[in-house]
């Protein structure tokens, strides 16, 4: 009989352990995906998403690229454009890219 509990608690130990790793390699794979850079897009109605960890090139509100750059990088409209940046922004009207 005691050697069945030490059996069962050997199997216990194991299983937590395993689940254990999973757990971890989950996490891991979370931070990797978490690192990953990911890229703007416009959705289908025009609305910009430019994704918290994005490359710095587009977060134009730490010195990276203005919002019209990133737009006209993306296909986006002119009509879209406006939308998101002020007419006396865009470059035809005097706005200079780094």
């Known amino acids: 009989m ?11 130990t194991d299983k937590f352990v395993f689940q254990e790793q999973l757990a971890i390699q989950s996490l891991i794979k979370a931070e990797l995906v978490a690192l990953e850079e990911l890229s703007p897009y416009l959705e289908v109605n025009g609305t910009l998403v430019i994704p918290a960890n994005t490359a710095r090139k587009y977060r134009y509100w730490s010195g990276g690229q203005s919002l019209e750059a990133t737009l006209r990088e993306l296909g986006a409209t ?19 890219e780094k």
């Open 2 to 12: 005691v050697s069945d509990f030490s059996s069962l608690s050997r199997l216990n």
């Open 78 to 96: 002119e009509d879209t454009i406006k939308k998101y940046v002020p007419n006396w922004l865009l470059e035809e009207g005097g706005c200079h």
